[in-house]
């Protein structure tokens, strides 16, 4: 139903035992927030009548409240200005306003919240946001997160598993272990990704400086004295490998590399694929 308000990625997580970032006071998040970004407008995250629109420099500063059809509300605070009026009628995806950091904030950043009901300061009807949204950049996220070996559902959801993920990664690379996302983790996992890539690439590098594609090691082995077979034999097409797999001249696996060595990579001086 709801779809992710704005750009940016996730800064602060629903979290009813957080430390306010500004008093320093144990005080529960009943949202999450999104950080700044290039674009920072905001959008309504479902369709529904603007109840409330506040021009405030307190609290949630200005911030918007929206009545969704099913009773659900959702919040957009810390506004640097609001482009809706209360009464009005928007449908999902229109612009309603534009990241802030007005009342009780430290930075440009979109505190959004969902209630299951009317919104009220007992919070009684709140849920966690991240659990309703599928946020690209947490599939991104995911994504990047399965490639350092971890086997997360890529969804879009910021749910316990993805939280689990990211702590760990933090904890074994000295980061804040806050299980937040955000623009310093994902610039660590990136970085993590790139560093297996190279190291990869390393590897498909032998001790004769030969550069393989990405081979299993019989393949290694065996590249040149298959690659010579084939010259000397005239095995050169796919109809070639099967004749001669099915005459027993060649195994199954020697065909099948051929095929890969013929189609992806040039022979050099004999004994070298580049």
């Not at 009005?88 to 904030?105: E, R």
């Not at 430290?106 to 946020?135: C, M």
Request: hydrophobic share 35%; with cysteine; net charge neutral.
């Amino acid at each position: 139903m709801f779809i992710k308000p704005c750009r940016g990625l996730l800064m602060s997580l629903f979290d009813k035992s957080r430390k306010n970032p500004v008093t320093g006071v144990v005080q529960p998040h009943w949202g999450i927030d999104y950080g700044n970004h290039a674009d920072n407008t905001i959008v309504a995250s479902a369709s529904g009548t603007v109840r409330i629109a506040v021009n405030s420099t307190t609290g949630f500063g200005k911030y918007i409240i929206i009545t969704h059809i099913n009773g659900w509300e959702t919040v957009y605070a810390h506004l640097a200005s609001i482009n809706v009026k209360v009464g009005q009628k928007v449908s999902q995806g229109q612009l309603i306003g534009v990241k802030g950091t007005t009342g009780n904030s430290t930075g440009i950043h979109l505190h959004f919240e969902i209630s299951r009901g009317q919104w009220s300061n007992s919070y009684k009807y709140h849920v966690d946001p991240a659990l309703y949204i599928d946020d690209p950049d947490v599939r991104h996220l995911q994504q990047s997160l399965n490639k350092l070996g971890y086997s997360l559902t890529v969804d879009g959801i910021y749910g316990a598993e993805t939280t689990k993920a990211v702590l760990d990664y933090q904890k074994k690379n000295g980061l804040t272990d806050d299980g937040v996302a955000g623009p310093l983790t994902v610039a660590a996992i990136e970085k993590s990704i790139a560093a297996i890539i190279t190291a990869t690439t390393n590897n498909q590098n032998n001790e004769n400086g030969v550069r393989y594609l990405n081979l299993a090691d019989w393949q290694k082995k065996e590249t040149a004295e298959v690659y010579k077979f084939a010259r000397e034999k005239g095995i050169f097409s796919s109809a070639e490998h099967e004749k001669n797999v099915l005459e027993g001249k060649m195994t199954v696996d020697q065909a099948i590399f051929l095929m890969t060595v013929i189609a992806g990579a040039a022979l050099n001086d004999g004994n070298r694929i580049q």
